[in-house]
């Protein structure tokens, strides 16, 4: 099993650009999640659902949007990247809701200039 | 808000020693606490957790203890190898909300 897989591994966009960044899973987990790490901080939720068609917002959901259409995808879209978001992001999921620890994938180092 | 903390950001240790990196929660709802590991240029690996209701367990080289009293809680590796140089956080669950530390990086010395 793959698990958790994100595309791109890295991205760098000009201020105002867009982009989708795309995250899929392998283990039919209902829940999955995107956060965005940055230097000295922990994770911060951006966005999350918890199953197919459900999104909800997370503790810094300015300036992002997310998607899931299907059970196993989770998309994330920046509609006019700004600096701020230079971040690495990282999609997670997990069976059910926090009551059992996450599956991360490997993230995406994205850089706006 | 609440929020978990760290209370080093560095930690270094001779290889075969024994290392323990702490953690301080501040939520007194929060009933379940996880460790990863996060290596440079991966996502976060879950290594150990513990519910509420335990103060100790254990796993292969590592154990994760639990004081409510203090709200403090840490991560024990034994014999600590090359391969344990990392980033360790931990993260606490209540109230349905998960946060996370910002983490204490590892370093293995041969």
Same mark, same amino acid.
């Given at each position: 099993?793959a698990g958790?897989?994100q595309?791109?591994? +890295?991205? #760098?966009?000009?201020?105002?650009?867009?982009?989708?960044l795309?995250?899929?899973?392998?283990?039919?987990h $209902?829940?999955?999640?995107?956060?965005?790490?940055?230097p000295?901080?922990?994770?911060?939720?951006?966005?999350?659902?918890?199953? $197919?068609?459900?999104?909800?917002?997370? $503790?810094v959901?300015?300036?992002?949007?997310?998607?899931?259409?299907?059970?196993?995808? +989770?998309?994330?879209?920046? $509609?006019?990247?700004a600096?701020?978001q230079t971040? #690495?992001? +990282?999609?997670?999921?997990?069976?059910?809701s926090?009551?059992?620890?996450?599956? +991360?994938?490997?993230?995406t180092?994205?850089?706006?200039? | 808000?609440?929020?978990?903390?760290?209370?080093?950001?560095?930690?270094s240790?001779?290889?075969?020693?024994?290392?323990i990196i702490?953690?301080?929660y501040?939520?007194?709802?929060?009933d &379940?606490?996880?460790?990863y590991?996060?290596?440079?240029g991966?996502?976060?690996? =879950?290594?150990?957790d513990?519910?509420?209701?335990m103060?100790?367990?254990?796993?292969?080289?590592?154990?994760?203890?639990?004081?409510?009293?203090?709200?403090?809680?840490s991560?024990?590796?034994?014999?600590?190898?090359?391969?344990?140089?990392?980033? &360790? =956080?931990?993260?606490?669950?209540?109230?349905?909300?998960?946060? =996370?530390?910002?983490?204490?990086?590892?370093?293995?010395?041969?």
């Amino acid at each position: 099993n793959a698990g958790v897989t994100q595309t791109p591994k +890295f991205r #760098v966009l000009k201020t105002g650009q867009s982009m989708t960044l795309l995250c899929a899973q392998d283990m039919n987990h $209902e829940y999955m999640y995107w956060y965005r790490q940055d230097p000295g901080m922990g994770l911060r939720l951006i966005h999350y659902s918890v199953g $197919e068609g459900t999104t909800a917002k997370g $503790e810094v959901p300015d300036g992002y949007n997310v998607s899931r259409l299907k059970k196993q995808n +989770f998309l994330l879209g920046l $509609e006019s990247a700004a600096p701020s978001q230079t971040s #690495v992001y +990282f999609c997670a999921s997990s069976p059910s809701s926090y009551n059992s620890p996450l599956h +991360f994938g490997n993230g995406t180092r994205l850089t706006v200039t | 808000g609440e929020s978990v903390g760290l209370h080093l950001p560095t930690l270094s240790v001779q290889e075969g020693d024994n290392s323990i990196i702490n953690c301080a929660y501040s939520n007194s709802a929060s009933d &379940y606490f996880i460790w990863y590991k996060q290596e440079s240029g991966k996502g976060p690996q =879950f290594i150990i957790d513990i519910r509420s209701n335990m103060d100790k367990r254990q796993g292969q080289r590592v154990t994760v203890l639990l004081n409510k009293t203090v709200k403090h809680l840490s991560l024990q590796i034994a014999a600590t190898q090359p391969g344990d140089s990392a980033v &360790y =956080f931990c993260a606490e669950i209540g109230n349905n909300d998960m946060r =996370f530390g910002a983490g204490t990086r590892l370093t293995v010395k041969p």
